[in-house]
């Protein structure tokens, strides 16, 4: 009986083998058989893109949400917007390991995880924490970081630690971890979801909320180019998941790994710091 399931099994190889093969050949006459978005080049074996399926389109597709400084954001280089950061360099390095050419989408953070699992992008990398509710891979963390609370200065006397929050109204983005600790860890918090972090200093800015909670570096960008909004000194939450990672479709595990390589590779170089201290200042010259 085992040996007919394992023949069973071998000639199924066989089989996706064969198919695998004659679906690149489709690829190379330019008519994959994915008429979506072009993008998505799928191995016949268990639905997952694989590396060599990366390489062989030559661009990998990097799915952000960049309003999030200093991890990914929109700034003026030379008279033209780009999307620019840290999280963005950690992509071009990924890119140029795996040989391949990087392709930005920008999109809200919420739409992120919905791209991946339809092959619209093929990595995502956007600050994003790796919540084991999330529908996703993911890989390493490659930076850790914890969440600070973003005030107008009118505000510094009335909100200088965690009681004062309650009651109060707070601005975080949609679909984020940030949201989910201002519903259930501060009493009642009056919680308003917004969809970019610039709306939500936005909001602060004409007091329309209390405070925002985001992520610590990226409080202090917005204060840094802001002079009326501060971050609350001391006042930082704990999150389990304190650290970021980045996501690929749920299951892929050999992209996981050569992700986690690729990430070991730059922390060795020191190239994680490099890009970091870099990207602050950026943000100081052109946000
Ligand atoms: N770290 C938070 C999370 O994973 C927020 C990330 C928001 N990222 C962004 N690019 N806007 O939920």
């Not at 093969?21 to 008429?35: F, M, P, Q, R």
């Not at 009651?167 to 860890?185: M, N």
């Amino acid at each position: 009986m085992k040996k007919k399931i394992s023949l069973l099994l071998a000639l199924i190889m066989v089989f996706s083998v064969i198919l695998t093969a004659c679906g690149s050949n489709d690829a190379n006459v330019g008519d994959t058989s994915d008429k979506g978005n072009g993008t998505q080049v799928e191995n016949g074996g268990n639905g997952q893109l694989t590396v060599q399926d990366i390489k062989d389109k030559g661009t990998i597709v990097l799915g952000t949400s960049a309003d999030y400084p200093p991890f990914e954001f929109h700034a003026m280089i030379n008279g033209k917007d780009e999307i620019v950061g840290f999280d963005i360099e950690l992509a071009k390095y990924i890119a140029d390991e795996l040989g391949v050419e990087l392709e930005i989408r920008d999109m809200d953070f919420d739409k992120l995880l919905g791209a991946l699992a339809t092959g619209m992008v093929d990595m995502v990398i956007a600050g994003m924490n790796p919540d084991p509710e999330r529908e996703a891979n993911f890989t390493d963390i490659y930076y850790e970081a914890n969440l600070a609370v973003l005030i107008h200065k009118d505000n510094a006397d009335k909100i200088t630690k965690m009681e004062d929050l309650e009651g109060k109204s707070i601005g975080v983005q949609i679909g984020t971890i940030q949201e989910e600790v201002a519903k259930e860890e501060i009493k009642d918090a009056e919680v308003k979801s917004l969809g970019t972090n610039p709306d939500i200093v936005m909001n602060l800015m004409t007091n329309k909320i209390d405070c925002a909670i985001m992520e610590t570096p990226v409080a202090e960008s917005y204060a840094q180019v802001n002079e009326d909004i501060i971050v609350v000194e001391g006042l930082n939450f704990d999150i389990d998941s304190g650290g970021v990672a980045i996501a690929v479709k749920k299951g892929n595990d050999e992209l996981t790994e050569k992700l986690n390589e690729i990430i070991a590779a730059a922390k060795e170089e020191g190239l994680l710091e490099k890009w970091f201290v870099e990207a602050n200042e950026l943000v100081n010259e052109s946000l």
